[in-house]
């Protein structure tokens, strides 16, 4: 199987890249300056202006080349932002995947795909995630660790591995859907703190388990991992969360998971606790519909 992609990476951003560096070098640029302009090193610089701009990429392509490189060169000579650079050749790129000369190239390549009269597949982007949804819920990731840092003797409930913070939107069905912090929520020095920033499709263990809840709570968004303390049983009956007790997650996974779905109160249940193995930690797993319940719950299990 060929990926219109392979032709993108193999010929038609070599092609663009050694006709910038030729431009720029016209304009005075050093093969430093130049290499600094496209991210690349010196002597990859050196490569690119040793070829011959009409030797380079596809015939087909190359007024494309010509016309797009020179856009490029002045934008980077400008010093445009470098958003405005990449939309500039990413817009370029997908005009030629849909209906364009790349597109009869794909085909030519891969007949299967000629059969397709109505092929979409380049131009199908409406299934991408919403840039406004997923920055939504990566502002609520940050709020609510900015709350946790808040809550009095929630440190103590932080595991010695870290604690896992994830949350989704209300259409999340795969891993990439769900955003965490990388490097977990950590311990220092009496503060918690994150390693990096919330992101999407970081970790795969909390994303799998806020999954899985979804398919019978589908309004539930939310998932933190604590210390799954001797006490937490009786704090979680007092304050009537629902939870089932497990061993051994991390090493029966698929086995521990389908009990609990044949439990009756699969929908009500709030937490998952795990009380681990040799070498692996006790911890609790709690579920909330929103921001304001799981706060409310590590608040009434912190205090």
């Excluded at 009380?275 to 608040?299: P, Q, R, T, V, W």
Aim: aromatic share 6%; net charge neutral; proline share 4%.
């Amino acid at each position: 199987m060929r990926f219109p992609c392979e032709f993108i990476a193999s010929t038609f951003l070599p092609g663009l890249r050694i006709r910038i560096a030729h431009q720029l070098k016209e304009r005075g640029k050093s093969q430093n300056a130049i290499s600094i302009l496209l991210g690349v090193k010196q002597p990859v610089i050196a490569s690119y202006l040793q070829k011959t701009i009409s030797d380079t990429g596809d015939k087909k392509f190359n007024h494309h080349l010509d016309a797009l490189s020179e856009t490029i060169s002045n934008m980077l000579l400008s010093q445009e932002k470098l958003e405005d650079t990449m939309r500039t050749i990413c817009t370029k790129c997908k005009s030629l995947r849909v209906r364009g000369p790349i597109c009869s190239f794909h085909k030519s390549i891969l007949p299967e795909i000629a059969d397709y009269d109505d092929c979409d597949i380049c131009s199908g982007f409406d299934s991408l995630p919403s840039l406004e949804k997923r920055s939504q819920v990566l502002l609520s990731l940050k709020e609510i660790f900015a709350e946790l840092e808040k809550i009095e003797g929630f440190y103590d409930w932080i595991p010695e591995i870290g604690s896992q913070l994830a949350s989704c939107e209300d259409d999340a069905k795969e891993l990439d859907d769900v955003a965490s912090f990388p490097g977990r929520i950590i311990k220092v020095k009496g503060n918690i703190i994150t390693v990096s920033p919330p992101e999407f499709g970081s970790s795969k263990t909390m994303s799998s388990l806020l999954l899985w809840i979804r398919k019978s709570q589908p309004e539930t968004k939310w998932i933190i991992g604590i210390k799954n303390k001797p006490k937490l049983e009786k704090i979680l009956k007092n304050i009537n969360i629902r939870f089932q007790e497990i061993n051994e997650l991390d090493k029966k996974w698929d086995e521990c998971l389908a009990e609990i779905r044949k439990t009756e109160n699969i929908t009500e249940i709030k937490g998952i606790l795990d009380k681990g193995s040799l070498g692996y930690e006790s911890i609790a797993y709690l579920f909330a519909n929103n921001e304001l319940d799981l706060l409310n719950l590590i608040k009434q299990i912190s205090k």
